[in-house]
C-alpha cells in the first residue's frame, strides 16, 4: 500500500489550467489527467460524497447540499454528521484489507463523528444569550487546541461570507486555503496518514462573485497555484503520491429564477407573518422548492398540483430540465430526500430561494450570512448591500455593539440576485468546465472523461499502488 494525499481544489477545471497555474501545468505534464464528468447535482456536498463512497445520490442519499426533511416539515443546509451519507466511504473500505489504515479528512464535508481517524472541519460556537463564536471542530479532541496554537485561529470570515476571496482586515483572498494546507501539513508531520483529504475553496468565492471570465480571476488562480504547487512539493519530499481534483467548474450566469415566488403568485406558497416579516411554511405549502445554485428540488404537499407544477416550471425561462420519478432514476438522484421533481437550470442561469414579493417584507436572516436559516442556497452572501453608504462604519458599529454584549443583526447583505456572475449544479454544456483529476496513471489508455464515481476507485488504485 501506498500513502496518498488528495488536494481538493474548488473550481478548477481544464480550461483554468495554463499561464495562471505553471506548478499544476508541470504537475499535469510530470503525471496525467482525466476530466470528469460532473456529479449530479454538481455540488460540493454531493460530488464528495460520489468520490468517497462511489456510489451516488439514489444510493448515498446526498441529493444536495441540504434538503427538506419531511419528517422535520424543515429545510436544513449543511449538515455535518457524517451519518447522513447512506453508503461506506473509502477509508472503511480500505480497511477491511489493511486493518491499520488511517485517514485524516480536512474540511471535507460530513466531518464530524466519522470514522475518519483525524478531521477538522468549521464549527462556531453558539451561547445560549444569542452570540455566535467562530471555531472549528476536530477529532481527536486535543487537535482543535493544539493547531490553533501553531497556525492561530482558523480565518473563518474567509471560509464564506463577503470577506471570503477578497482583501479584508480578516484576511487575505486565499487566508482560508492557505490555513487548511498548512493544517494538511501540520497533520501529516503529526500523524502520516495512510490517506489525507485536503479542501482547498477560495478560487470558488470569486468565480461565483465575477464569473469565470472576469481578468480578476487569474489572481485567483495564481493564489491557488502556489498553495498547491508548494503541497505538492510538501508531500513529494515525504514519499506521499499526490492526486488533485476538483468538485466541478463555474459557468458565467446572468439570470436568476425564483420559483418560490411564481410558486407564490399562484397561491400554492404559505407565507406566515412574523413580527412584520414574511416566513416561509413548508409544511403549510402545497407546492416549494428549495434551490441550490443551478438545481431546485421541489416538493408537492398537494399531489393534484403535480401536473400544473411541472407544466409551469417548464415553461419558465432558463430551465432546461425537470426531473420526474423516471428521469431521477436515469440521473442518479432517485432518493427520499429528493423534491418530487427536481428543477435543472440551463448554463446561464440558477435559482433562488427568494419567496418574498417585497424587499420590505424579506426575513431579516436574508440580510444576513445565515446559511442554516435560509431555506436554500444564497450566492449573494458573497456581497455587501452596494445601497450602505458607509458599509466599513456599519460593519464598525455592528462590532462593537457585539462586543460590548448587545444583542445585534449583520444586516450587510443585497438582495439583488443579479450580482451573481457564476454558478455550478447542472452539468454544463462545455467540458472545459468539467473537473479534473490530474495523478499518476489517470486517464490510462487515453481515456478523457471519467463519471465521478470513479473517482472512488481511482483512489484506491493509487492507494493500492496498482
Same mark, same amino acid.
Given at each position: 500500500m501506498k500513502r496518498l494525499a488528495v488536494i481538493n481544489a474548488v473550481g478548477l477545471c481544464s480550461a483554468n489550467i495554463g499561464r495562471s497555474t505553471p506548478h499544476i501545468?508541470? =504537475?499535469?505534464?510530470?503525471?496525467? %489527467?482525466?476530466?470528469? #464528468? !460532473?456529479?449530479? &447535482? $454538481?455540488?460540493?456536498?454531493?460530488?464528495?460524497?460520489?468520490?468517497?463512497t462511489g456510489r451516488t445520490p439514489s444510493q448515498h442519499g446526498i441529493v444536495a447540499n441540504?434538503?427538506?426533511?419531511?419528517?422535520?416539515?424543515?429545510?436544513?443546509?449543511?449538515?455535518?454528521?457524517?451519518?447522513?451519507?447512506?453508503?461506506?466511504?473509502?477509508w472503511d473500505v480500505m480497511r477491511q484489507t489493511y486493518p491499520e489504515f488511517t485517514c485524516a479528512k480536512l474540511?471535507?464535508?460530513?466531518?464530524? =463523528?466519522?470514522?475518519?481517524?483525524? %478531521?477538522?472541519?468549521? #464549527? !462556531?460556537?453558539? &451561547? $445560549?444569550?444569542g452570540r455566535k463564536f467562530f471555531d472549528i471542530y476536530s477529532s481527536p479532541y486535543e487537535i482543535r487546541s493544539a493547531i490553533k496554537q501553531e497556525l492561530g485561529e482558523f480565518p473563518f470570515p474567509t471560509f464564506w461570507g463577503p470577506a471570503a476571496g477578497q482583501q479584508t482586515p480578516q484576511g487575505a483572498p486565499d487566508a482560508v486555503s492557505k490555513w487548511i494546507a498548512e493544517s494538511a501539513k501540520w497533520t501529516e508531520k503529526r500523524y502520516q496518514p495512510d490517506l489525507n483529504l485536503i479542501y482547498l475553496p477560495h478560487l470558488d468565492y470569486n468565480l461565483q462573485r465575477l464569473g469565470p471570465n472576469d481578468p480578476e480571476i487569474d489572481k485567483d488562480y495564481e493564489r491557488l497555484d502556489a498553495i498547491v504547487g508548494d503541497l505538492i512539493q510538501f508531500f513529494d519530499s515525504a514519499g506521499v503520491q499526490v492526486c488533485v481534483?476538483?468538485?466541478?467548474?463555474?459557468?458565467?450566469?446572468?439570470?436568476?429564477?425564483?420559483?418560490?415566488?411564481?410558486?407564490?403568485?399562484?397561491g400554492w406558497l404559505t407565507v406566515k407573518e412574523e413580527l412584520g416579516l414574511e416566513m416561509l411554511d413548508c409544511g403549510q405549502s402545497r407546492v416549494f422548492a428549495v434551490a441550490d445554485h443551478q438545481v431546485c428540488h421541489i416538493y408537492i404537499n398537494d399531489v393534484s398540483l403535480a401536473g400544473e407544477v411541472r407544466s409551469l416550471v417548464e415553461g419558465l425561462e432558463g430551465v432546461a430540465n425537470v426531473l420526474d420519478a423516471t428521469a431521477k432514476g436515469q440521473w442518479?438522484?432517485?432518493?427520499?430526500?429528493a423534491g418530487d421533481l427536481v428543477a435543472v437550470s440551463e448554463d446561464d442561469a440558477w435559482f433562488t430561494y427568494y419567496y418574498w414579493l417585497d424587499d420590505e417584507r424579506a426575513p431579516d436572516f436574508a440580510r444576513?450570512?445565515?446559511i442554516h436559516r435560509k431555506p436554500g442556497y444564497d450566492p449573494v452572501e458573497l456581497f455587501i448591500d452596494p445601497k450602505i453608504s458607509f458599509p466599513k462604519l456599519k460593519i464598525a458599529w455592528r462590532l462593537l455593539q457585539k462586543k460590548m454584549g448587545f444583542r445585534m443583526l449583520m444586516d450587510l447583505i443585497p438582495l439583488d440576485a443579479g450580482l451573481v456572475k457564476g454558478s455550478h449544479g447542472n452539468c454544463p454544456q462545455s467540458e472545459?468546465?468539467?473537473?479534473?483529476l490530474i495523478a499518476p496513471g489517470a486517464g490510462a489508455g487515453n481515456r478523457e472523461l471519467m463519471e465521478s464515481t470513479e473517482v472512488f476507485g481511482e483512489m484506491r488504485r493509487l492507494l493500492e499502488g496498482a
Open positions: 501545468q508541470r =504537475y499535469l505534464e510530470r503525471v496525467s %489527467s482525466c476530466k470528469i #464528468r !460532473p456529479a449530479f &447535482p $454538481a455540488l460540493t456536498c454531493t460530488a464528495q460524497s460520489n468520490y468517497l441540504g434538503w427538506y426533511h419531511r419528517e422535520l416539515a424543515e429545510v436544513h443546509f449543511w449538515k455535518q454528521a457524517n451519518s447522513v451519507v447512506r453508503s461506506e466511504k473509502i474540511f471535507w464535508w460530513y466531518n464530524m =463523528y466519522s470514522s475518519a481517524d483525524f %478531521s477538522i472541519t468549521p #464549527r !462556531p460556537m453558539y &451561547p $445560549a444569550d481534483l476538483s468538485e466541478y467548474g463555474i459557468s458565467a450566469v446572468s439570470r436568476p429564477i425564483h420559483l418560490n415566488r411564481e410558486f407564490r403568485k399562484r442518479g438522484i432517485e432518493h427520499e430526500r444576513c450570512v445565515d472545459e468546465e468539467y473537473p479534473i
